[in-house]
């Protein structure tokens, strides 16, 4: 069966596998920094990452704001709304199951898809590449704007884990996480840290939707797919951990696009199916670190 | 004594409803509330928060509106074929889920859901984006005509009467008990000697079972199953139904089915917004009060009771 696929398909499904992966590394990253802090799962997390990308397009369709604009206001904006959010919507719910931080996200991201949606229709708006054109590689034609994504989220992804494995901040961060009150009587403010975690990981799953923009089409079902794949992910990687996410964001990307190429029709299962045998081989997680996996 | 009369005066609303209501929003209804009753199963009594309730209730649709399609099953039997299918999913997914707890359990069953969901969409025999048409309602116990309208009214009327029973049963069983002692203090639980995963597979079985046969139900109904009824979205109404009824109360999430039904009805012409006021009804019934409508009423009836 190998002989009838091409090097090409194989090299286009895997870059595709490698696009994906990225965004799945980007925003499980923000889903397990957040549950690191919170214990919550952030459900509005795709919504979030869609509210990105539609920022991005309305600063360019209303402003003029460029792509390169884009990528630092539309994060600081979708970033303050996940501040308000976390203040009106979390803050309330701290103390009680964390399941009810699920479900308050859930519906953030109900009442935030059905409005963009009733806003501007179901239907992808386009985003122009900011970089046109690309490199013939001899086996395959590389578009510049996706070697950008690749890099861009590779960057992100190791700077975020550096802050936090490797910074004061990101020590105060990962104390809180084990002992708040022990934090809090060094004088740290731990409720505030607690609020800005949050708005970063917002802003994180910001900065991939406008990092998709322009791969992707424009759409409010752009995050409750991949939404979809994100949890998967994180369920994999061993809930709360960082590097976990990150690798099997990327992992699953790859596997994704191997699929594709070998067996198509499986190819939106593949992630579900290793997740499975993931829970029945390894149910801490391929990456298990924290006492907060189990 | 007032229990068994308002019994009697819910069971002579019931059946006097259809000459009042459209039948079809009734049935639908008393589908959902089925539904909900075997959600409240799992997170009122078990305390297990399925955030994937819709795959037992969509594949159990698909199954018996097969059976009915392709076989002469009379229709109990091919409703009862999708119930037991759905448990026996159930199962399959307990085994694999049930010694995670609290978030874990919610997203791992989440992710199976959309795996089920993918299965459904390519499976041959579901008809994919199109959904599977022309269900049959066939006779009941093969000889029963139930091709009018009232009369399949009081046929899932029936049904369900015999499921919420049912539902009753073992919810006041010695079984519920231990499984509400697992929801209160799990490790107590198993200090005594029981062991809490085999009751909490035991309640995700025979709480799939039900939404089994809630889907099943509302396959005949509809004569169609769709890829809706495997979507994230019913599984999310079935926890917004759930959570504005009332968590481990009896009737709370039989209440905040017909409400949300009803509601769905009256917003359906207003696109969205039927979707964005669940989720601010949700997000409402999380922040302000989570013990839902029967929840706090009951509340309230007892304080008063207590004040005198």
């Known amino acids: 069966m190998f002989d009838n696929i091409s090097i090409q398909l194989l090299a286009g499904q895997l870059l595709i596998g490698l696009i994906n992966g990225s965004f799945y590394a980007m925003l499980s990253m923000g889903l397990a920094i957040i549950f690191g802090l919170m214990n919550v799962v952030n459900f509005a997390h795709g919504a979030q990452y869609m509210l990105g990308a539609f920022v991005a397009w309305l600063l360019l369709n209303f402003l003029g704001i460029n792509y390169w604009g884009a990528l630092v206001l539309a994060p600081i904006v979708v970033a303050l709304f996940g501040l308000v959010t976390e203040k009106l919507v979390l803050k309330p719910l701290q103390n009680l199951d964390h399941l009810y931080g699920l ?3 859930y519906s953030v991201a109900l009442i935030v898809e059905g409005l963009v949606r009733q806003q501007y229709g179901s239907t992808g708006l386009p985003y122009p590449s900011p970089l046109p054109g690309g490199v013939n590689l001899g086996f395959m034609f590389m578009p510049w704007y996706r070697l950008w994504v690749v890099v861009f989220s590779l960057v992100t992804c190791l700077g975020t884990w550096l802050l936090i494995e490797h910074t004061r901040l990101g020590s105060y961060l990962r104390a809180a996480n084990e002992r708040p009150q022990m934090v809090e009587a060094f004088g740290i403010n731990v409720p505030r840290m607690v609020t800005l975690t949050y708005g970063f990981g917002v802003g994180l799953a910001a900065l991939s939707g406008v990092m998709a923009a322009p791969v992707y089409q424009v759409s409010p079902s752009m995050g409750s797919s991949v939404m979809i794949v994100i949890f998967a992910v994180v369920v994999i990687g061993g809930m709360g951990s960082i590097i976990g996410a990150v690798l099997t964001g990327y992992l699953l990307g790859f596997l994704e696009g191997l699929t594709k190429v070998f067996y198509p029709e499986a190819a939106n299962m593949v992630v579900f199916v ?12 391929l990456f298990a670190g924290s006492e907060k996996s189990r | 004594m007032t229990r068994i009369v308002l019994l009697a005066a819910l069971a002579a609303a019931m059946i006097a409803a259809p000459f009042f209501v459209y039948p079809v929003l009734l049935m639908t209804v008393l589908c959902f509330v089925l539904f909900a009753s075997s959600f409240n199963l799992l997170l009122g009594y078990a305390g297990l928060l399925c955030f994937g309730h819709a795959m037992f209730f969509g594949t159990a649709a698909y199954v018996t509106g097969w059976l009915l399609k392709t076989t002469g099953l009379s229709i109990e039997l091919g409703i009862l ?3 037991l299918f759905a448990a026996a999913m159930g199962l399959v997914v307990g085994l694999v889920s049930v010694r995670r707890s609290g978030i874990q359990f919610a ?5 199976i859901a959309q795996f089920v969901y993918f299965v459904l969409l390519q499976a041959p025999f579901t008809g994919g984006e199109d959904g599977m048409q022309g269900i049959p309602r066939s006779a009941l116990f093969g000889v029963i005509d139930l091709s009018g309208s009232l009369v399949f009214y009081y046929f899932v009327l029936g049904v369900t009467a015999l499921m919420i029973w049912l539902f009753w049963r073992i919810v006041h069983s010695p079984f519920g ?3 509400k002692a697992i929801r209160d203090n799990e490790a107590r639980v198993e200090s005594l000697g029981f062991r809490p995963e085999r009751f909490k597979l035991l309640a995700l079985t025979l709480s799939a079972g039900m939404a089994g046969v809630a889907g ?13 009824d495997v979507s994230w979205n019913i599984s999310g109404e079935v926890i917004l139904m759930t959570l504005l009824g009332g968590i481990g109360t009896l009737t709370g999430p039989m209440v905040g089915a017909g409400v949300i039904i009803w509601l769905n009805d009256h917003l359906a012409q207003f696109g969205e917004w039927a979707l964005i006021s669940q989720g601010a009804i949700l997000l409402l019934v999380i922040i302000f009060f989570r013990r839902g409508l029967v929840g706090e009423l009951s509340a309230l009836l007892r304080r008063r009771k207590t004040g005198r």
Request: charged letters at 10%.
């Open chain 2, 216 to 228: 099943g139900l509302k396959a005949t109904v509809f004569q169609f199953a769709t890829l809706t």
């Open chain 1, 103 to 105: 479900l308050a996200t």
């Open chain 2, 107 to 111: 997203m791992i069953t989440f992710a």
């Open chain 2, 177 to 179: 008990e231990v499984l």
């Open chain 1, 274 to 285: 290793v997740m499975i045998f993931a829970l029945i081989f390894r149910p801490n997680g």
């Open chain 2, 81 to 83: 074929a999708g119930g």
